[in-house]
């Protein structure tokens, strides 16, 4: 089945609104904003299926126009069931100067014998703030599923005025190589990844606090590292999907802060 979701924003008084919006089954938008006064506009990118099947191709865009804010929530756990052929998606978004995207969706869960490849093109102006995570999980662990999925592949490509700045791809395939083995996942099942961007972050104040604040959990492990352009990448591996998730919106949250949203002087005395 092929589904398409297109979203578009735009500003009016101060206060982003839903412009435009196209979905076909089983994709649906909800507008969840509680706050209709405050600025951001939230969204939840629901289903009608219980997951991506067999054959599935699913294509979602957004386009944020200037100075436009936007969070987009999942709905549930992404479970990506068994197959025999695959299932791919892509998702693409265009961000004009000021804009602002925060994307932090739920875990994905691939079932024994999955195959899933997905790609995402980000393309930003000037200004523009993105916060991008995602988790992946071993499968269904409590049914013993433990690295049964085939393949599973996601590349993230950034560019920043037709620049590409960051490129990230993510490939398992357990029945190639063990992802429990030594310089693979050193025996977690769950690993999540985290970037930010923003010209006006202050990366190195970042940086050590989320070292700080993950160097307090004793079953995780990370690597944090500042970007080519102004931001951080992070990793972590961890055994718990809803840690994990916890833990990037925690982080994810931190940028509303006036003394990280301030890049220090040097010259500064």
Request: aromatic share 8%; with cysteine.
């Amino acid at each position: 089945m092929i589904a398409k979701l297109s979203v578009k924003t735009a500003l009016r008084e101060g206060k982003t609104y839903l412009k435009e919006s196209y979905f076909s089954p089983p994709f649906k938008i909800a507008d969840i904003t509680e706050d209709k006064q405050a600025g951001p506009l939230h969204l939840m990118l629901m289903s009608s299926s219980p997951g991506v099947l067999d054959g599935d191709e699913l294509q979602i865009q957004l386009e944020l126009s200037e100075k436009t804010t936007l969070f987009l929530h999942t709905q549930s756990y992404q479970r990506v069931f068994t197959m025999n052929n695959g299932a791919c998606q892509t998702m693409k978004v265009f961000m004009e100067s000021g804009a602002s995207l925060t994307y932090l969706p739920s875990p994905v869960v691939p079932y024994e014998n999955a195959i899933f490849v997905a790609g995402n093109q980000i393309y930003l102006r000037k200004n523009c703030h993105l916060v991008w995570g995602e988790i992946l999980t071993c499968g269904r662990k409590l049914n013993g599923e433990i690295f049964r999925f085939s393949k599973y592949r996601n590349v993230t490509e950034i560019f920043l005025n037709g620049q590409l700045i960051i490129r990230e791809n993510l490939l398992l395939q357990p029945r190639l190589i063990d992802p429990s083995g030594m310089g693979q996942m050193e025996g977690f099942t769950h690993q999540a990844s985290l970037i930010m961007l923003d010209e006006k972050l202050n990366t190195a104040l970042l940086t050590e606090q989320i070292v700080a604040f993950l160097s307090s959990f004793h079953d995780l492990i990370f690597g944090v590292t500042e970007a080519h352009e102004n931001g951080i990448m992070l990793r972590i591996l961890g055994n718990k999907a809803e840690q994990l998730h916890d833990c990037l919106k925690k982080i994810a949250g931190w940028h509303s802060l006036p003394e990280l949203n301030l890049k220090q002087n040097a010259d500064a005395s």
